[in-house]
């Protein structure tokens, strides 16, 4: 009997110590900040007071107001009308305000004449009027290399607002060159030339210091041009223009490839078959459908059609993703993620907003969105249970998940211990001091869950838009405060009204 009770403890001790060594790891889970706050100064009413006495404190009769912008190049009036029946302000003592301050140099005596008029006559103030005008040095610039300028045009951006429009079929992240392609040529020095602020002062051209462009790998000079060496995307990063290939598939990821591991960006011209892995260091663009295969990227995640999970397969990314439409998947990103046509039983997480767009619809399982969701269409009349989260840090849930998970575990061998302290023939100084390990370990896990759910909601302003149809059953939660959804409403906006301390539902 005693030798089942002693295999049990050194069964029970093993486990435990597995388990805490696990929990140990945890240290960097939590990374917790404050930002400080400065109150407003007990003095700083009697500024307020000055600045407002000051402003009261106008003179009765029509006067202008002189500013120079710091760099004396361009000279600015405010014209103000009389009080009553007090004198007008004339031509003329304009310009003896601008004698009297040195300005004469290519004064805008048109504008301003125009300008005082309309103060006298409309008994209006007239601000911000440009009186006189430097002319800026024009600056020495030296040889350097410059990037061809359809080459130098940021790529179209995946982020848009919240009504515009995505062509999906245009949208890509890459700026792909052709072996031979010129990608940059030598630009001549010019000749600068002096300027004059508007008192007349000299302003000597200085000589730009320009960013030099060094050559990276798989370019070449010829002459005054640069050229590709191979196919492959353009990079201009750190100074140096280069062409990084990019791993293109002309087929289905299956068979053929095995699972991909690639730094860059990759392009998948056929589909991501199930079972199979690709793994991104930038980009994957995928030109027909992700299977219930396991991708992950460090950027962007583009499939040109959807991606059908089956309920295994995973989707990750860092940045944005676009899709088609999501069927039994589960997406998980950082950056925004936009669905064409619709999302149908699946898990969506983002720390940003979901946009289904002016059609898309959702019907079943469960999106995240730390900024919130819009979509045409959710939930449907017959379909299953549909749940919309909002306002919260996904990321932090999934760490709070985890820590209830352990501590739970963590007292499960806590009682066991207990058991088998009490049960043991002897005492057992190992079990003691195991005992103190997990009540330790229990304490830590609730101070770091203490400190997690203060960075749980991440955002009050989140809501959720539908343009059409919102069906019974479905459930909005924006920063835990739950509402479900009892009739059948149109174009609704949920949002979080702070206030009355509850998720509401309005048209819009």
């Known amino acids: 009997m005693n030798g089942s009770i002693e295999r049990s403890t050194d069964q029970l001790l093993s486990q435990s110590s597995l ?32 600045r407002m006495n000051e402003t ?8 202008a107001e002189l500013n120079v912008s710091e760099d004396e190049m361009t000279a600015t009036m405010d014209f103000y009308p009389p009080a009553g029946d ?21 004064v805008n005596w048109a504008e301003t004449e125009a300008a005082l008029f309309r103060c006298n006559t409309d008994r209006q103030p007239v601000t911000d009027v440009v009186v006189a005008c430097g002319r800026p040095p024009v600056n020495n610039e030296l040889a350097r290399l410059v990037v061809e300028p359809e080459l130098a045009e940021p790529a179209p951006s995946i982020v848009t607002g919240e009504n515009d429009r995505i062509d999906y079929r245009s949208v890509s992240p890459f700026q792909l060159v052709k072996r031979g392609q010129a990608l940059a040529k030598i630009i001549s020095a010019k000749r600068g030339e002096q300027g004059y602020t508007v008192y007349g002062k000299p302003v000597a051209c200085k000589t730009i210091q320009v960013t030099r462009l060094a050559l990276g790998h798989d370019v070449a000079q010829y002459g005054e041009t640069v050229h590709a060496e191979c196919d492959g995307r353009l990079s201009l990063e750190n100074n140096i223009i280069s ?19 690639f730094p860059g960006d990759v392009i998948v011209h056929g589909d991501v078959k199930s079972g199979f892995k690709v793994q991104s260091g930038g980009t994957i663009l995928c030109l027909q459908t992700i299977e219930a295969a396991e991708v992950s990227c460090e950027k962007d995640l583009i499939v040109k059609r959807g991606v059908v999970g089956r309920q295994t397969g995973s989707v990750r990314a860092h940045g944005s993703v676009l899709i088609k439409f999501a069927e039994n998947a589960f997406i ?12 149908l039983n699946s898990i969506v997480q983002t720390l940003d907003r979901i946009d289904l767009g002016p059609r898309g619809i959702i019907v079943g399982g469960k999106l995240t969105a730390g900024n919130g969701i819009s979509a045409a269409q959710i939930g449907a009349s017959l379909g299953a249970r549909t749940e919309l989260y909002c306002g919260i840090d996904y990321s932090v849930e999934q760490k709070l998940e985890w820590l209830r998970e352990k501590v739970m575990l963590l007292s499960g061998k806590l009682r066991q211990v207990t058991q088998h302290i009490a049960a043991s023939p002897r005492p057992r100084e190992d079990l003691e001091q195991l005992r103190e390990k997990l009540k330790e370990a229990v304490h830590k896990i609730n101070e770091s869950a203490g400190l997690l759910v203060f960075r749980l909601d991440r955002n009050e302003s989140a809501d959720v838009r539908v343009t059409g149809t919102v ?9 835990h405060l739950p509402y479900v959804v009892t009739r059948a409403l149109h174009k609704t906006r949920f949002y979080l009204d702070k206030a009355k301390g509850k998720v509401v539902a309005e048209p819009w």
């Open 332 to 343: 998980e990103t950082r950056g925004p993620i936009r669905v064409d046509v619709g999302i």
């Open 471 to 479: 069906y019974p059953g479905t459930y909005v939660e924006i920063c």
């Open 56 to 63: 009261m404190a106008l003179p009765s009769r029509g006067h």
């Open 243 to 261: 062409v990084s290939p990019v791993l293109e598939i002309p087929h289905d990821v299956d068979l053929r490839t095995g699972h991909i591991s």
């Open 86 to 106: 007090a004198p007008t302000l004339d031509l003329q003592e304009i310009r003896d305000m601008l004698a009297a301050n040195d300005i004469s140099v290519d």
């Open 19 to 50: 388990l805490l060594e696990e929990i140990e790891g945890m240290n960097g889970l939590i990374s917790a900040g404050a930002e400080d706050s400065s109150p407003v100064g007990s003095t700083a009413h009697v500024e307020a007071m000055r």
